[in-house]
């Protein structure tokens, strides 16, 4: 059985960082792409960031380019985000999910496995 747990949300103030990790068990956690998406209260989920297998190849939704970094550990089977400079804009149930290919993805609809997500509050 394949979970994906989410954890590092939080409240924070404009301007803060924050750390979202996702431990992955149950799947061959090396050779699956995982992304990270969001949903804000009353718009529909978007995409965030994806990285590769390997953890070579990154792409960011225009959004968060710049001050999110997307990253994994391979060993531990964790995916982070790394959010820098946060913005109220950033408020969201932010979902982890893998995918059972080696490229990365920002479709949602090409992903396999989600997590339960964690909340994000950014107050201004």
């Known amino acids: 059985q394949v979970q994906l747990v989410e954890s590092g949300g939080g409240l924070v103030q404009a301007g803060d960082s924050l750390r979202l990790s996702c431990a992955a068990s149950?799947?061959?956690?090396?050779?699956?792409?995982m992304g990270w998406f969001r949903q804000a209260p009353g718009k529909e989920r978007e995409f965030v960031a994806t990285i590769s297998w390997l953890g070579t190849t990154t792409y960011y939704a225009n959004s968060v380019k710049g001050r999110f970094t997307i990253s994994r550990d391979n060993v531990k089977n964790t995916v982070y985000l790394q959010m820098n400079s946060l913005k109220p804009g950033d408020t969201a149930v932010y979902y982890c999910?893998?995918?059972?290919?080696?490229?990365?993805?920002?479709?949602?609809?090409?992903?396999?496995?989600w997590g339960q997500g964690t909340q994000v509050t950014v107050s201004s």
């Open positions: 999910a893998a995918r059972r290919s080696y490229s990365s993805s920002a479709d949602q609809n090409e992903y396999d496995y």
């Open positions: 149950g799947l061959t956690f090396s050779s699956s792409a």
